[in-house]
């Protein structure tokens, strides 16, 4: 299954470029499990969930250790059935027979629980889109209701929720909504904002 | 039918602060038309479509005029079945009977063809996302076929579309793709991301 992410990191410093440039040898760890190609809007990693999310945390962390207001924004996508499939996306996490909803919320709980601290404290939004599928807002319920017991929802908003707590734990439910939620098959995507270091964070 | 944004301005910029405060009075013409709440991470714009679209424009032409590298990142919804329904999205756009997909392309071509120039050129992607419709991918390449024939079009990539050309262009493009393609009852969303002066432009 075809699966990856369009990531943009905004450094809200006139030193943007110094910021992200300092950051990308974050990826280096995970460049031979990632296509990467980049343009003047975005960069696009496909590769499986396991590796898309950790990836992110880290670029993320990285540039947000500048201590400069940094956010990233990134869409998430497994499934696409515009995309044709890669040898690169294969994966352990997504793609497997469907299980119980609540089974699958057990599990998610469970990973984000053993996920380790990165020591950077982060807010962030997302929306879970499901699509082709009529109990899409079964599978949407489900989520919230997991995300609701990971021990890093803050509240839901006006078409998203919102996340706060330790950047481990935040990708780590992240990659869980993604993965364990809607059809294991299915056209599924995310669309996320990570912020540290903002000045008006309540 | 509900319908709204959350929007994030992004100046990579020092003083991102005094770039966002001098864009937001770009928002006042619109005020009387929408919901307004904004916290840390983004500010949600509650109103129907023909004032959402120009209200977004409006603000990231107003911010991209400091000659700074400014990014708009919005997730525009209508229709989440999660959300109750609120008399000030009120629309003419949205929530009428579907017609023949043709003629909606037809319809799309002219309201971009129409759109006055704001002197700004920006570079823009974003993904369509048709929820809780088995037809969901005839309905992204129907609206493929109008993006191609916009004067916007960039190029496709992938899990997203590129446009580039004028704001005015560009955002009157954005707004035909989201209330003409998918049901007109039904769940619908973009996720968009609009850049001007990247130093990287292409």
Redesign the interface.
Known sequence: MFS???I?L?????D??GVILGALGALDPYRDRLRIET????T?L?GPPEVLFPAMRDLFVAAARSGK?C?L?A?V?RG????PDDPICRSDEIGGPAIPLDDRKRAALGAVRSTPSTDQPV???F?L??????D??DE?YGCIDFLKQSGVFDRS????T?LRGDAGAVFATLNEAFCRFGPGAGHV?L?I?I?AN?????
Chains 1, 2 share one sequence.
């Open positions: 990856g992410a369009q943009s905004y450094p809200m410093a006139d943007f470029v343009d003047d809007i975005s696009l496909v207001h956010v924004s869409a996508s696409c059935p515009g995309e807010a962030a939004q929306s889109y499901v699509m082709g599928a009529s899409h807002m949407i908003k006006n078409f998203c919102r995507t669309d904002t912020s903002s000045p008006t964070a309540v």
